[in-house]
């Protein structure tokens, strides 16, 4: 497994892993009683933003060393996915 390859992994885990997290905990400004002007009333009041993506980093790193675990000791292979019998 190429560093390329790892690096592409860590960055989709690390998207998907921001996605799930993003709504964890989240709180509306027409929740919080405090409606900014000019925003709808269901934007975040406070996203903590640097937060969620140190926990998305961590998560993402996690997840991404389980995948990578996986394909190097071989116990998944690209013959696993053969499905069609071609291989």
Known sequence: MSITAIFVIFAVTWFLTLFVVLPIGQRSQ???????????????????????????TVAALIITTII????????????????????
């Open 30 to 56: 027409e929740d919080a009683g405090e409606i900014v002007p000019g925003t709808p009333a269901g934007a975040p009041a406070n996203a903590q933003m640097k937060r969620k993506a140190m926990i998305t």
């Open 68 to 87: 990578c675990t996986v394909i190097i000791s071989g116990l998944i292979t690209v013959e696993d996915f053969d499905w069609a019998g071609r291989g």
